[in-house]
C-alpha cells in the first residue's frame, strides 16, 4: 500500500499577517511530507497554525495572511508559483477538502446532489445523465441513500452532511484529501463512523490524507504519522503509535497527559486522567474529594493494588469493580505515593485505605442518606411548542423531556451525557427555571444557613460559550456584580469586595476585572463566567459543556479549578457534556439521557464497565473506537 | 403548500385588522358626517333624515360591517372637498394609476441598475471602480428626492429640454408622451434608492463570500465570479429582497413630494388635499389601500423567500 512517491511536500513554510507594520508569524518554518496513500495528522490547538498550513496548500489563506518564505510542491510542482487558472485546476481534482463545520460548509440554497456533482462537472466533461450517475455512485461509496441527491444540506444529521461532504471531496478522485477537523462537531457514535470512512476511502482509492485534528485520540486511531504544532511551528513529528506512546517533546508530553484518554489499549480498562496532572492543584490541599476514574492498566490485574505501575496510585480493574473503588477519597498520603514503594507499603496503604473507606461510607457512597438532597425531580416533562397553525383551545407541543425522575445530593457531581438533541440542554433550562412549559416537580432545597444575607439563591449555570454568554459592552467587574445587584441587598461597597474576592477565587487577579470580555483568553473568559455563577454563593451549579470549547491543556485546568470550588463552597454540580471522558473523569454519577429519557443512572465507573441500556453500551464502544 | 396556506390565513387576518382600526381611528375624531356634508344650515330634521339614510344612527358594529361591505366593492362613498359629487373611488382610481406608473418604472429603474452596480462594486472590491460607486453612492444616498427633482427639471427640462417641465399628460389621453415625462420622476424617486440598494447588496455580498460555503465551492476548483453567481448571489439576494420590498411598499403609498416637484396628479397629493380639506373619507380609503399595500406585499416577499430558500419551504 506504501509507495515512497511524495504527493506533497512543505518545506519551510512560513505564513504571517501583517498588522500596524508588524509581522504577526502564525506559521513558523514548517516542513512536512506526505507520501503516496499515506494519513498523516497535524494535531494542536487551536491557532497553532495548522489550519494555516493547510490553506496554504490549497490557495485559499485569507487576504491578509502573506506567505513570507519557503515552498509547497505537490507531485514535484510549486504550488505558490503557479498561475491562478492552474491552481484551480488542481483544487478539487488532484487536491480536495473536507471541512469542520459541514452546516455552513455547504451552501444552503442547492441540493446536496448539485454540490456534489459540481465538482465533478467543473473537473471532467461528461454528458448529463453520466454526471447524475456517478454523483450517485459516490453518494452510495459514502453509505448515503440515493433520496439524499434531492435533499437539502439542513435536512441532513450532522453525519450524514459530513459523509457527503467526503463524497464531494472524493468524487473527481483526487490524490490528496485534507480533512480539517472532520469529526469535531459531531457526536462521538458518529465520530468514529466518519473516521472509519475515511480510513476506507485511503484503503480503497490510495488517496493521501492529510487529518487535522486538536483531538488526539482522533489522529491516533486513524493516522500513519503525526506531526504535533504549537505556535506555529512543528514540535514533534514521527509514526503516530511511537509518538504517542513515548513522547519525546514536552509539549506533547503534556498534550498526550491532559487528552482525555479513556480507555487503554485493550479497550476494556478505565483510564482517568494522570494522577499528577489532575491533582497537582490539589496537592498542597491533602484530601480530594473522590470520584477519580483510577488508572488502569491490564484486564487481569488484582484489584488490591498489586500494581505493576508503581507510580501510577492505583488500579481499577473493571470486571472487579465494585464500587468502592472509585468512590473513594484519596488522602494525601496516596498522592505522595511516588515510584520506587515496595509492594508491602501498597498493601499496608491500601489497608488504611479500606478503613478510610468505611469511615467516608456516610459521606461518600451512601450519602443519600446523610447528606440532604439538594435537588428532586420527579415525573418532569418537558415541552416545546410547535409552530403551526395555531387553533384557539388546542395547541401543539413536542415532548423534548418524558418523564424524568432524579435527585442530586448536596456535594455531588451528576453529570449528563447523551447525543446532541437528546434533551439534556432541555432538561438543565427547567431546572434553571428558563423552560415554561414544564409539567412535574422540580425542589431545589435551600441549604445556606439561615439569616445569612447571602442566602443560597436560585441554581446558576455556566454555558459552554463564555464569550457569547457574557456581555461584550460590559467589564468583568460589572458582569461579576449584577448578580450581586439583582440578588442581594448589599451595598456597592461590599458588591465590589466580594467581587474583587471572587476573582481571586477562580485564578484571576483583580487586574481582569477593568477588562472587556474580548480582551481575555477562552480559558480567562470561561474563569470569568464561573466567577459570575458563583458570586451568589449557589448550592447548586450546572455545567453545560463548560470545556468543549477549550483546548485540553485549558480543559484540564478549567477542570480542576471546579473541583476546587466544589470542595471549597460545598457545591453541587450538574455537568453537561458529550465528552464522556471528561465527564466519567468529572463525575460522581452519571445519568445517560437517550431521546428525551434517562436511559441510566449509575456511579460513573459502574456505568462504564456495566453499561445496561444498549444505547450507553453504543455510546461507550464508540468512544473506544477512537482510542483502538 | 402548508407554510402557504398559513401566510395566505395571516394576510388575510392582517388585513381585517386593518381594516378595523382604520374605522375605529376615524370613529374618534370629533366631528358629524352629516353636518359636514349637509352645511350648517341644515335643520335638525334634515340632520336626521340624512343620518338614518346613511345608517349613522346604527350601533358601531353595524357600520363598521355596512362600511367594510361597501370597501370590498370599491366604494368608499362620496368626496365632500368636491362636493360630494364625485365618488371616492373614481377620484382615487386615476391618482393611482399615475402613482402606480410612477412606482413601476422607478422599481423597474432601481433593479435593473441596482442589482448589477452591487455585484460589479462586490467584485471589484479594493479597485478605483468600487471606491468610485461607493462615493457617488454616498452622494446620492443623501440628497432627498425632491431635491433631486428639481435638478433633474432645471438640467434635463430647462437646460437640455429633453421634456417640457409640467407638460404633464394623463396616460389614457397619449400614452407615449406619458411614459416619456413619467421617466424623469421615476428617476427622481429611485436614484436614492438604488444608491441604498447598491451599498446594501455589496456589502451582504461581500459579507457572503466569507462564509464558509463560498470558501468550500473555492476550494473545488472555482473561480471568484463563478463563485459569486452560482452560489454567494442567490444567498446574498435574500435580505436585500426583504429592503427592495419595503422601497416598493413605500413608492406605492404615494412619493408626495415628488408629485408635487413635477406637478403628477398622484395619490399623495390627493392625500395631502384631503386632509387639508378634512375630507375623511378619502383620507380613510388612501390610508386602507397604504397599510393593506404593505401586508400584501410582504405575503408575497414571504412567498418568494419560500421558492428562494429550502429552509423556509421544509422547515
Given at each position: ?8 511536500n512543505i ?6 499577517f501583517a ?53 509547497i ?12 487558472k ?13 471541512f ?8 444552503p440554497?442547492?441540493?446536496i ?9 467543473l ?19 459514502v ?5 439524499v441527491?434531492?435533499m ?32 469535531t ?23 493521501g490524507?492529510?487529518?487535522i ?7 491516533q486511531?486513524v493516522?500513519?504519522r503525526a ?5 506555529g ?5 514521527g ?10 517533546n ?9 487528552a482525555?484518554?479513556?480507555?487503554s489499549?485493550?479497550g ?21 474529594n473522590g ?9 487481569d490485574m ?67 442518606k ?38 442530586v ?6 453529570g449528563?451525557?447523551g ?24 425542589k ?20 459552554q460559550?463564555?464569550?457569547?454568554s ?14 450581586l ?6 451595598g456597592k461597597?461590599?458588591?465590589m ?6 476573582i481571586?477565587?477562580?485564578g ?9 470580555p474580548?480582551?481575555l ?6 474563569r470569568?463566567a464561573?466567577?459570575?455563577?458563583l458570586?451568589?454563593n ?5 455545567l453545560?459543556?463548560p470545556?468543549?470549547s477549550?483546548?485540553?491543556?485549558i ?8 473541583k ?8 453541587t ?5 458529550h ?9 460522581d454519577r452519571?445519568?445517560?439521557i437517550?431521546?428525551g ?11 462504564l ?9 453504543e455510546?461507550?464502544?464508540?468512544a ?5 | ?16 385588522f386593518t381594516?378595523i ?35 349613522l ?14 370597501a ?10 368636491y ?16 402613482t ?37 453612492n454616498?452622494?446620492f444616498?443623501?440628497?432627498?428626492s425632491?431635491f433631486l ?8 427640462g ?9 407638460s404633464?399628460?394623463n396616460?389614457?389621453?397619449n ?6 415625462f ?7 424617486v ?9 451599498k ?21 476548483g472555482?473561480?471568484n ?9 442567490k444567498?446574498a ?26 406637478n403628477?396628479?398622484?395619490?399623495g ?9 378634512r ?12 397599510a393593506?399595500?404593505v ?21
Amino acid at each position: 500500500m506504501k509507495s515512497n512517491e511524495i504527493l506533497l511536500n512543505i518545506e519551510n513554510l512560513t505564513i504571517g499577517f501583517a498588522r500596524r507594520r508588524k509581522i504577526n508569524t502564525v506559521v513558523d518554518h514548517v516542513t512536512l511530507e506526505v507520501n503516496k496513500g499515506e494519513i498523516l495528522g497535524i494535531a494542536g490547538e487551536s491557532g497553532s497554525g495548522k489550519t494555516m498550513t493547510v490553506l496554504a496548500v490549497m490557495g485559499l489563506l485569507p487576504v491578509s495572511a502573506k506567505i513570507l518564505s519557503g515552498g509547497i510542491h505537490f507531485l514535484g510542482k510549486n504550488l505558490l508559483t503557479m498561475e491562478e487558472k492552474e491552481l484551480r485546476r488542481l483544487r478539487g481534482a488532484e487536491i480536495s477538502m473536507v471541512f469542520q463545520d459541514s452546516m455552513t460548509s455547504f451552501n444552503p440554497l442547492l441540493t446536496i446532489g448539485a454540490q456534489v456533482e459540481e465538482m465533478l462537472r467543473l473537473h471532467s466533461s461528461l454528458a448529463k445523465e453520466e454526471y447524475r450517475i456517478l454523483t450517485l455512485k459516490a453518494l452510495e461509496e459514502v453509505g448515503l441513500a440515493p433520496e439524499v441527491y434531492h435533499m437539502y444540506p439542513h435536512q441532513l444529521s450532522g453525519g450524514m452532511r459530513q459523509r457527503a461532504m467526503i463524497a464531494m471531496a472524493m468524487i473527481a478522485g483526487p490524490k490528496l484529501v485534507i480533512a480539517d477537523e472532520p469529526t469535531t462537531a459531531l457526536d462521538v457514535t458518529t465520530q468514529g463512523k466518519i473516521l472509519e470512512l475515511l480510513k476506507e476511502m485511503n484503503v480503497k482509492h490510495g488517496t493521501g490524507i492529510i487529518l487535522i485534528s486538536h483531538d488526539l485520540r482522533v489522529i491516533q486511531s486513524v493516522c500513519d504519522r503525526a506531526v504535533i504544532m504549537k505556535d506555529g511551528r512543528i514540535v514533534e513529528s514521527g509514526a503516530a503509535k511511537v509518538l504517542f506512546a513515548h513522547p519525546e517533546n514536552e509539549y506533547t508530553r503534556q498534550l498526550v497527559e491532559s487528552a482525555p484518554v479513556l480507555f487503554s489499549e485493550t479497550g476494556a480498562l478505565l483510564k482517568g486522567l494522570d494522577g499528577e496532572t489532575f491533582f497537582d492543584c490539589n496537592k498542597d490541599e491533602g484530601e480530594i474529594n473522590g470520584n477519580v476514574v483510577q488508572d488502569g492498566t491490564e484486564l487481569d490485574m488484582d484489584p488490591n493494588g498489586t500494581n505493576i505501575n508503581k507510580d501510577r496510585n492505583e488500579t481499577a480493574v473493571c470486571s472487579e469493580w465494585n464500587g468502592s473503588n472509585l468512590k473513594e477519597d484519596r488522602t494525601g498520603t496516596d498522592l505522595n505515593t511516588g515510584p520506587g514503594k515496595d509492594h508491602g507499603e501498597d498493601q499496608a496503604k491500601n489497608q488504611t485505605r479500606d478503613q478510610t473507606r468505611v469511615q467516608n461510607k456516610g459521606k461518600n457512597k451512601n450519602q443519600d442518606k446523610d447528606q440532604e438532597e439538594i435537588l428532586i425531580i420527579k415525573n418532569l416533562n418537558v415541552f416545546y411548542p410547535e409552530k403551526g397553525i395555531v387553533l384557539p383551545g388546542k395547541r401543539s407541543r413536542k415532548q423534548v423531556i418524558r418523564n424524568v425522575t432524579i435527585s442530586v445530593r448536596q456535594g455531588e457531581t451528576l453529570g449528563i451525557i447523551g447525543e446532541s438533541g437528546s434533551g439534556k440542554s432541555t432538561l438543565a433550562k427547567a431546572i434553571v427555571g428558563l423552560d415554561t412549559e414544564v409539567e412535574g416537580v422540580i425542589k431545589i432545597n435551600g441549604i445556606a444557613a439561615a439569616g445569612s444575607e447571602m442566602s443560597v439563591s436560585r441554581p446558576q449555570m455556566v454555558f459552554q460559550d463564555p464569550y457569547g454568554s457574557l456581555n461584550p459592552m460590559k467589564k468583568i467587574a460589572w458582569i461579576l456584580e449584577e448578580p450581586l445587584k439583582l440578588q442581594t441587598n448589599l451595598g456597592k461597597k461590599e458588591r465590589m469586595q466580594r467581587v474583587n474576592e471572587m476573582i481571586r477565587q477562580v485564578g484571576l487577579s483583580p487586574e481582569h476585572l477593568e477588562r472587556y470580555p474580548h480582551q481575555l483568553s477562552g480559558g480567562q473568559r470561561q474563569r470569568a463566567a464561573i466567577a459570575a455563577a458563583l458570586i451568589v454563593n449557589p448550592g447548586l451549579v450546572i455545567l453545560d459543556e463548560p470545556v468543549s470549547s477549550l483546548d485540553v491543556t485549558i480543559q484540564a485546568q478549567i477542570l480542576c479549578l471546579l473541583k476546587e470550588l466544589q470542595k471549597k463552597y460545598n457545591l453541587t454540580y450538574i455537568f453537561i457534556s458529550h465528552d464522556l471522558s471528561v465527564t466519567f473523569r468529572f463525575c460522581d454519577r452519571i445519568c445517560v439521557i437517550y431521546r428525551g429519557e434517562i436511559a441510566e443512572v449509575k456511579e460513573a465507573g459502574e456505568l462504564l464497565c456495566r453499561p445496561q441500556h444498549e444505547y450507553t453500551k453504543e455510546l461507550i464502544r464508540s468512544a473506544m473506537l477512537l482510542t483502538a | 403548500m402548508k407554510y402557504t396556506v398559513k401566510k395566505f390565513i395571516s394576510l388575510v387576518v392582517s388585513l381585517l385588522f386593518t381594516s378595523i382600526l382604520t374605522f375605529a381611528a376615524f370613529q374618534v375624531i370629533p366631528g358629524d358626517s352629516a353636518l359636514s356634508a349637509l352645511g350648517i344650515d341644515a335643520t335638525e330634521e334634515q340632520l336626521e333624515e340624512y343620518r338614518e339614510e346613511m345608517g349613522l344612527n346604527k350601533s358601531l358594529p353595524v357600520r363598521y360591517l355596512n362600511w367594510l361591505k361597501n370597501a370590498l366593492r370599491g366604494d368608499f362613498g362620496y368626496s365632500s372637498q368636491y362636493r360630494m359629487q364625485i365618488k371616492v373611488s373614481a377620484l382615487i382610481g386615476d391618482r393611482l394609476i399615475v402613482t402606480a406608473w410612477l412606482a413601476v418604472l422607478s422599481f423597474l429603474l432601481i433593479v435593473a441598475v441596482s442589482i448589477p452596480l452591487g455585484i460589479l462594486s462586490a467584485l471589484k472590491k479594493n479597485y478605483i471602480l468600487d471606491s468610485l460607486i461607493t462615493l457617488v453612492n454616498q452622494v446620492f444616498m443623501s440628497v432627498p428626492s425632491f431635491f433631486l427633482g428639481m435638478m433633474i427639471t432645471l438640467v434635463f427640462g430647462i437646460i437640455l429640454k429633453w421634456f417640457t417641465p409640467g407638460s404633464y399628460v394623463n396616460p389614457w389621453e397619449n400614452f407615449r408622451l406619458f411614459l416619456r415625462f413619467m421617466i424623469f420622476p421615476a428617476a427622481a424617486v429611485a436614484i436614492p434608492r438604488i444608491a441604498m440598494v447598491v451599498k446594501f447588496l455589496r456589502s451582504s455580498l461581500l459579507r457572503e463570500m466569507e462564509l464558509d460555503y463560498a470558501r468550500t465551492a473555492k476550494s473545488k476548483g472555482m473561480s471568484n465570479i463563478r463563485v459569486l453567481f452560482r452560489h454567494v448571489l442567490k444567498n446574498a439576494l435574500i435580505p436585500v429582497i426583504t429592503f427592495l420590498a419595503m422601497i416598493l411598499a413605500d413608492i406605492l403609498a404615494g412619493a408626495i413630494l415628488v408629485e408635487q416637484v413635477f406637478n403628477l396628479p398622484g395619490l399623495g397629493r390627493l392625500l395631502v388635499s384631503s386632509i387639508a380639506n378634512r375630507d375623511y373619507a378619502v383620507v380613510q380609503a388612501i390610508i386602507l389601500y397604504s397599510a393593506s399595500v404593505v401586508i400584501i406585499i410582504n405575503f408575497f416577499v414571504d412567498l418568494i423567500y419560500q421558492w428562494i430558500d429550502p429552509r423556509v419551504r421544509t422547515g
